[in-house]
C-alpha cells in the first residue's frame, strides 16, 4: 500500500511492527514518514491522540505503546519481558523451548494464583479503601508483569492489594497513581480535578498502611517508567 494511502493509525502499526511490536513515542515521530507523510498544524500530537485512543494500541511505560495483539501474546505465552536499558525500554525475547503454548498458559496461572495468594496471606486488605473481601482485591504488580523476570513476578514484594478502582489507576496501561517510599500517594495531573475529588483523596495524602518496605527499588521504577506525572 502507497503511504499516501495509509491512516496514521496504519502507519504507526507499521512503525510498531519494524521495531520489534513496539516504539517509543520519539521513535514513532521519527519514522512515521517511512509509510506516513505528517499532515496538519500540529501531526506530532495526532500521532499521540492515535495511540492513545486505537484500542489497537496499548501503552507499556510512560511514552511507550505496543501493538495489543503483540502484547497479548507476550502475556499469554510468556514469550520474554520489557526492559530498561540506558533509559530506554527494550524487549527481551525468551529462548525458545520445547514446552507447548498450553504448558506454558498452565505455569503462568499457577504463578499467578501463588502470587496473589501470599499476597492474600500476608497484607489481607487494600490499605487505601481498607476493603478486606478478596472477591474484590486484586493481586497487583508494582513492576508491572511484562517488564519483570520471572523471579520479580513472583516476587510478593513487587505487589499490592488493591481494590478495583485503585489498581485500575495504579495500572501500566493508566498510571495515573503512584506512591513513595515515604507512604505518599501521588497523583497524575492528567486526572482532572473533578475526578481527583471524587477519589476522596489527595495528592501526598499519608496512607498508614500501605506496605513499603522491601518494595522501595519496584516502586522506584514504578514512579520513573509508569506513573504519568
Known amino acids: 500500500m502507497h503511504k499516501e494511502n495509509l491512516t496514521y493509525s496504519e502507519a504507526i502499526e507499521m512503525v510498531m511492527?519494524?521495531?520489534?511490536?513496539?516504539?517509543?513515542?520519539?521513535y514513532i515521530y521519527e519514522n512515521i514518514e517511512k509509510y506516513r507523510k505528517k499532515t496538519g498544524k500540529t501531526p506530532d500530537?495526532?500521532?499521540?491522540?492515535?495511540?492513545?485512543?486505537?484500542?489497537?494500541?496499548?501503552?507499556?511505560?510512560?511514552?511507550?505503546?505496543?501493538?495489543?495483539?503483540?502484547?497479548?501474546?507476550?502475556?499469554?505465552?510468556?514469550?520474554?519481558f520489557f526492559a530498561t536499558q540506558q533509559d530506554n525500554i527494550v524487549f527481551k525475547q525468551k529462548k525458545k523451548n520445547k514446552n507447548t503454548e498450553k504448558t506454558i498458559t498452565q505455569k503462568i496461572r499457577i504463578g499467578q494464583d501463588i502470587f496473589r495468594n501470599e499476597l492474600l496471606r500476608t497484607l489481607?486488605?487494600?490499605?487505601?479503601?481498607q476493603i478486606d473481601?478478596?472477591?474484590?482485591?486484586?493481586?497487583?504488580?508494582?513492576?508491572?508483569?511484562?517488564?519483570?523476570?520471572?523471579?520479580?513476578?513472583?516476587?510478593?514484594?513487587?505487589?499490592?492489594?488493591?481494590?478495583?478502582?485503585y489498581d485500575k489507576l495504579f495500572d501500566k496501561s493508566i498510571g495515573l497513581i503512584t506512591f513513595t517510599s515515604k507512604k505518599e500517594i501521588l497523583i497524575s495531573k492528567k486526572l482532572s480535578n473533578e475526578n481527583r475529588a471524587r477519589l476522596g483523596i489527595n495528592n501526598r495524602d499519608?496512607?498508614?498502611e500501605l506496605p513499603v518496605e522491601g518494595r522501595e527499588e519496584f516502586l522506584e521504577y514504578h514512579r520513573k517508567y509508569i506513573f504519568q506525572g
Open 17 to 26: 511492527k519494524d521495531n520489534g511490536g513496539f516504539a517509543s513515542l520519539k
Open 45 to 80: 500530537n495526532t500521532i499521540q491522540e492515535r495511540v492513545q485512543r486505537d484500542n489497537r494500541f496499548t501503552r507499556i511505560a510512560l511514552g511507550v505503546y505496543a501493538l495489543t495483539n503483540f502484547l497479548e501474546k507476550v502475556e499469554k505465552y510468556d514469550l520474554g
Open 124 to 129: 489481607k486488605k487494600c490499605p487505601i479503601t
Open 133 to 165: 473481601d478478596k472477591r474484590l482485591l486484586i493481586a497487583s504488580h508494582i513492576k508491572p508483569w511484562v517488564h519483570s523476570n520471572n523471579e520479580e513476578r513472583l516476587n510478593p514484594n513487587n505487589g499490592f492489594l488493591l481494590s478495583p478502582l
Open 206 to 208: 499519608y496512607i498508614a
